[in-house]
């Protein structure tokens, strides 16, 4: 069965700081995968998104790296600040039947 | 929340009555997309459209139905048959089916 597993489900850091969002997937093969942002009662915001052959995105203080062999994918992101309190999102395309699979997010929380 | 519109924002009713959440679009989109978020959960495919008259069912459609009778107009109708309608929904469209998905700021329907 397809799946896309995040961790960790939630995460608190002090702002300033910096951290990453792990993103495990089995769906094979695939054609893309993306991270979005999901503030508190709002629709998700796409930050990145990568194909099979792209080993690193970014996107301001936020950076993908994608490693297609071992099917993971991180999100970096560098010096927090309080607006990046969200829900992040992993959501994989397969290629085959071209169905999208979202994960279950993290929970991010930045501190003052 | 890129030209998609979704009203009301809250939505209260009560046990047993239908209710149609709206989603609008000035993208000139061609698919749209119907979700359902619960907490700790990802995001679940209602319906789709890939264009004009034309939807298919997702991965949880039992107790809803969708029409798309205008390309810039996808309606979700609950049901009373949807056993456990509370939740967040999320509208989204696309310029095809293989194209990122914009979403919509999302309608929250509690039913009492």
């Known amino acids: 069965k397809n799946q896309v597993e995040q961790s960790p489900q939630s995460l608190i850091i002090l702002e300033g700081k910096n951290c990453t969002l792990q993103c495990n997937y089995t769906v094979s093969p695939f054609s893309n995968l993306r991270w979005y942002k999901q503030d508190t009662g709002r629709g998700p915001v796409s930050l990145t998104i990568?194909?099979?052959?792209?080993n690193t995105k970014s996107n301001g203080r936020y950076t993908a790296t994608l490693d297609a062999d071992t099917k993971q994918s991180s999100l970096h992101i560098t010096a927090s600040q309080l607006s990046d309190s969200a829900s992040y999102i992993c959501?994989?395309?397969?290629?085959?039947?071209?169905?999208?699979?979202f994960g279950k997010g993290t929970r991010l929380h930045i501190l003052p | 929340d890129g030209g998609i519109t979704q009203s009301p924002k809250y939505l209260f009713r009560k046990e047993g009555q239908n209710v149609t959440l709206s989603c609008e679009q000035n993208?000139?989109?061609?698919?749209m997309y119907w979700y359902r978020q619960d907490p700790g959960q990802g995001l679940r495919l209602i319906y789709y459209?890939?264009?004009?008259?034309?939807?298919q069912k997702g991965d949880i459609a039992e107790g809803y139905s969708v029409s798309r009778e205008k390309k810039e107009s996808f309606p979700l109708t609950v049901t009373s048959a949807q056993k456990n309608p509370t939740a967040f929904y999320l509208c989204?469209?696309?310029?095809?089916?293989?194209?990122?998905?914009?979403f919509g700021p999302g309608t929250r329907l509690t039913v009492l």
């Open positions: 990568m194909t099979f052959s792209e």
């Open positions: 989204a469209s696309s310029i095809t089916g293989d194209h990122e998905q914009f």
């Open positions: 459209s890939q264009i004009v008259n034309d939807f």
């Open positions: 993208l000139n989109h061609d698919a």
């Open positions: 959501v994989v395309r397969g290629e085959r039947d071209d169905k999208i699979i």
